[in-house]
């Protein structure tokens, strides 16, 4: 299939091709360009998305460099602003340490993606497969007792994508309405505005922003939302390396029960193991994207340390009074530090619908058929957009406490998506030629990636349960 049509089909999609792989090639071109023509009246949307990151020009293939960026700007969000939040629950030796560990892992799990895509690419001789249908196509063309289960598969995968994606929702209203009431409540002192009313008024402006269904549109805001936030970290930083605490004053390990709160918040952050296909089939040298000193490594090594920065100094910083957003222990009265915030808040707001994107384009298709006429069809899909934003809203106002939640969606959904199903496909894909060490390799990765799910879930409802118990207790003031 040429490669400007499969770029610019949606990655998500629910149509089956056909897993025999002797037939794959053709049957699979033949119902992607079927999914393509029936693609929202032909709108010309430039750019794909994957994991509510956008990436630009579908029509162009990138440098090793612009990769790259691509590649930390798809992998840094809310997540680096929370680092600090999720070294108070291990502490600050503890985390710091074990943050690279987390790193390999997460990292070593997108090459066995990569590899598996690759390995899948050669048998089936079709281009672009995103996530979803790797997982499917590994399944159909693995062993023969599994291969009824290749759609269960597909499902399984956009399923966690969709609760990733709306989990990020539901965590960019948290932050938005959290770092406006801070400014208003400083330039507006007295009022009596909740983090609820905060999250009303921002219903309208993210309804707005989230009719608009074309990328092409979107790229723009993703443009200036990346200039604020990478304008934002390095204001934040100003604040951070001022009058530093010694380290003796933070303690080394917190305890057992706060680490899989950790675990839950830095697998969030990491998790961006959906970006990396659709920015390799980009490339103008897609096989310099792996090897120890590929496009890959050097990104998410980049990634790495600035989330052990972050991390290190906001916890060394502010110690336990930190917040599950670094913007939210800037100071008060200080115009800077508000400036920070609503740029921030900005930033998010414009990334909003990116995020919003993936988990309507994965389940709109099924409900379309419902609707006959073209007019019908697009009053349908603003309607059902509309739902999905006051979905995320109302999970918002239900859990207003950005760290509490960035925990939770991080140990369920992203520890699913970036540790748990990559060993599974790599040993599907590549059996019977699996060795034995990549067997227990793959064994004691899933292994780990369970243990974050259960003990991070757990831990998660148990302090949201705590929050809500506690919430009767007087809160301290804040102090412009």
């Not at 936030?229 to 390396?241: P, Q, W």
Request: proline letters at 5%.
């Amino acid at each position: 299939m040429p490669g400007g049509t499969q770029e610019h089909r949606p990655l998500l999609t629910g149509s089956d091709p056909s897993p025999d792989p002797e037939q794959g090639k053709t049957l699979v071109s033949q119902s992607y360009d079927d999914r393509r023509s029936d693609e929202d009246d032909n709108e010309d949307d430039s750019g794909l998305t994957a994991s509510g990151h956008h990436i630009d020009d579908a029509h162009q293939q990138t440098t090793n460099c612009e990769t790259l960026i691509h590649l930390i700007k798809g992998n840094i969000g809310t997540g680096i602003l929370a680092m600090p939040d999720a070294l108070k629950n291990s502490g600050l030796f503890t985390g710091t340490a074990l943050l690279p560990f987390i790193a390999l892992i997460c990292i070593h799990c997108m090459h066995m993606l990569v590899n598996c895509a690759h390995e899948l690419k050669e048998r089936l001789g079709i281009n672009g497969l995103d996530y979803a249908e790797v997982g499917y196509h590994a399944f159909s063309t693995g062993p023969a007792s599994l291969r009824q289960f290749a759609s269960t598969a597909r499902s399984i995968l956009n399923s966690f994508l969709t609760i990733t994606q709306l989990g990020f929702c539901c965590v960019y209203v948290v932050f938005m309405a959290a770092n406006i009431k801070q400014v208003v409540d400083c330039k507006l002192p007295g009022n009596d505005i909740d983090i609820h009313g905060y999250m009303g008024i921002l219903l309208i402006p993210l309804l707005a922003i989230s009719m608009i269904r074309s990328l092409k549109v979107l790229a723009p805001f993703s443009l200036v939302s990346n200039v604020f936030l990478g304008l934002g970290l390095v204001i934040t930083f100003h604040y951070l390396l001022q009058d530093i605490p010694s380290s003796y004053d933070r303690p080394e390990f917190k305890s057992w029960k706060q680490l899989p709160l950790f675990l839950g918040t830095s697998i969030y952050a990491f998790e961006g193991i959906g970006v990396v296909l659709p920015l390799e089939r980009k490339m103008t040298n897609p096989e310099d994207f792996r090897g120890c000193n590929g496009v890959l490594n050097t990104a998410m090594i980049l990634v790495t340390c600035g989330y052990i920065a972050v991390g290190f100094f906001g916890y060394l910083k502010y110690g336990d009074a930190v917040h599950g957003s670094i913007t939210l222990n800037l100071p008060p009265g200080d115009n800077l530090a508000q400036l920070v915030k609503i740029l921030m808040a900005l930033a998010i707001y414009m990334t909003y619908s990116l995020m919003l994107y993936v988990p309507a384009e994965i389940m709109w298709p099924h409900l379309s058929s419902r609707f006959h006429s073209a007019r019908a069809k697009r009053i349908g899909e603003y309607i059902f957009r509309a739902f999905l934003v006051l979905v995320t809203f109302i999970l918002a106002a239900a859990i207003p406490n950005i760290g509490l939640f960035i925990s939770l969606v991080g140990a369920v959904s992203s520890s699913a998506l970036a540790i748990i199903f990559p060993p599974i496909i790599e040993i599907v894909t590549f059996w019977p030629r699996v060795t034995k060490m990549t067997m227990i390799k793959c064994t004691g990765i899933f292994i780990f990636g369970m243990a974050c799910f259960v003990t991070g879930a757990y831990a998660s409802v148990e302090a949201i349960i705590e929050y809500f118990e506690n919430s009767d207790e007087p809160q301290p003031k804040f102090i412009c």
